[in-house]
């Protein structure tokens, strides 16, 4: 029992940085989300220096030492950088707040302590998605994905109905008090090159379910940085 507990307090694994705050003149407490052990907080010594500072961007991938002295008292963090992912997309605003607003998502929806190697794979996988060419349309499918892997699956497959007007199909969803369409690239997977318009009330419509089904009831709010996103895409 004690071997076990002594792993939880000390272990070496990849990780994204997901966050980061200011915790003294020299130090920093980072958020980080590692292939083994999930959402961990630590303490980095000399965080703020130059050397450091340059690895600490939101989303690069980094190698962790995790410290600490008890379960019950937050860690320290010594690191190393794997690859700095970020800086890719510096010249790439739309990119370099799509990075923010997802580790973001990542951030707030993830339980701390608590593995999970699928979110980790996805993670991999966003940054493969940056690199697309639809990479938009692709993001979406990420954030549904993410959602699904949390336990909060749309299946909007099983959801919409079907009606054709001038031999155009169209998707919607029925309730008693409106009638929602759903873009089709959402529900159809041979879309390619979808509009921007048609792209934005995709992520509309997965902001909505978010907000209502999962942010609101936990007293949360949307993420400043998710919001910032969309705005730069219009």
Same mark, same amino acid.
């Given at each position: 029992?004690?071997?076990?507990?002594?792993?939880?307090?000390?272990?070496?694994?990849?990780?994204?940085?997901?966050?980061?705050?200011?915790?003294?003149?020299? *130090?920093?407490?980072?958020?980080?989300? *590692?292939?083994?052990?999930g959402?961990?907080?630590?303490i980095?010594? #000399?965080?703020?220096? $130059? $050397?450091?500072?340059?690895?600490l961007?939101?989303?690069?991938?980094?190698?962790?030492?995790?410290?600490?002295k008890?379960?019950?008292?937050? #860690?320290?963090?010594k690191?190393?950088?794997?690859?700095?992912?970020?800086?890719?997309y510096f010249d790439?605003?739309?990119?370099? *707040?799509?990075?923010?607003?997802?580790?973001?998502?990542?951030k707030?929806?993830?339980?701390?302590?608590?593995?999970?190697?699928?979110?980790?794979i996805?993670?991999?996988?966003f940054f493969?998605?940056?690199t697309s060419?639809?990479?938009i349309?692709?993001?979406?499918?990420?954030?549904?994905?993410?959602?699904?892997?949390?336990?909060?699956?749309?299946?909007?497959?099983?959801?919409v109905?079907?009606?054709?007007?001038?031999? $155009?199909?169209?998707?919607?969803v029925?309730?008693?008090?409106?009638?929602?369409?759903?873009?089709?690239?959402?529900?159809?997977?041979?879309?390619?090159?979808?509009d921007?318009?048609?792209l934005?009330?995709?992520?509309?419509?997965?902001?909505?379910?978010?907000?209502? *089904?999962?942010?609101?009831?936990?007293?949360?709010?949307l993420?400043?940085?998710?919001?910032?996103?969309?705005?730069?895409?219009?």
């Amino acid at each position: 029992m004690l071997r076990k507990h002594f792993n939880k307090m000390n272990w070496d694994d990849n990780a994204y940085l997901i966050s980061k705050n200011r915790y003294s003149e020299n *130090s920093i407490i980072a958020e980080v989300f *590692s292939e083994n052990h999930g959402k961990t907080s630590g303490i980095i010594f #000399g965080g703020t220096s $130059k $050397k450091i500072k340059n690895y600490l961007q939101i989303g690069n991938k980094i190698h962790v030492n995790y410290n600490a002295k008890s379960p019950t008292r937050i #860690g320290y963090f010594k690191i190393e950088i794997v690859k700095a992912l970020t800086p890719l997309y510096f010249d790439e605003n739309q990119k370099l *707040s799509c990075i923010s607003s997802a580790m973001h998502l990542i951030k707030l929806l993830t339980a701390e302590a608590q593995s999970n190697k699928k979110i980790f794979i996805l993670i991999n996988h966003f940054f493969e998605i940056l690199t697309s060419n639809n990479w938009i349309q692709e993001y979406i499918f990420w954030e549904l994905e993410l959602l699904k892997l949390l336990g909060y699956d749309l299946e909007l497959k099983n959801m919409v109905e079907k009606e054709v007007i001038d031999e $155009k199909v169209n998707y919607f969803v029925q309730s008693s008090t409106e009638k929602k369409i759903i873009p089709n690239f959402l529900i159809d997977a041979n879309h390619e090159n979808v509009d921007l318009k048609i792209l934005l009330k995709g992520l509309k419509l997965v902001t909505d379910y978010l907000e209502k *089904s999962i942010l609101k009831p936990n007293n949360l709010n949307l993420p400043n940085s998710r919001t910032h996103f969309v705005n730069l895409l219009k």
